[in-house]
């Protein structure tokens, strides 16, 4: 089993930055992807930036430039850094890892950009 538990959303204007955690426990060994989602209301979930074991990123368009995706070597907690930050940017963010057997959602943190 793996436990996630995120933090750092929360309200910034357009233009600010904001730094995601999601804190890994468990079987943090077995994880092999992280990734962040986000889910803006009325639409459906979209992942925004996966990172490998082996530490390649990857990225959706929308955010190419903006985002960052890291993680500490332990792989305990994995981070998405955003800057620039745009009103589409606003909804709620998710932290998904995956191991070999299953993948975890974290609970969830609320990001809103004002214009």
């Known amino acids: 089993q793996v436990q996630l538990v995120e933090s750092g959303g929360g309200l910034v204007q357009a233009g600010g930055s904001l730094r995601l955690s999601c804190a890994a426990s468990g079987r943090i060994f077995s994880i092999n992807i992280m990734r962040w989602y986000r889910q803006a209301p009325g639409k459906q979930r979209e992942l925004v930036a996966t990172m490998t074991s082996g530490g390649s990123t990857n990225y959706a368009d929308s955010v190419k430039g903006r985002f960052t995706i890291s993680r500490t070597n332990a792989k305990d907690t994995v981070y998405l850094q955003m800057n620039s930050l745009k009103p589409e940017d606003t909804a709620v963010y998710y932290c998904?890892?995956?191991?070999?057997?299953?993948?975890?959602w974290g609970q969830g943190t609320q990001v809103t950009v004002s214009s």
């Open positions: 998904y890892v995956e191991t070999q057997y299953r993948g975890y």
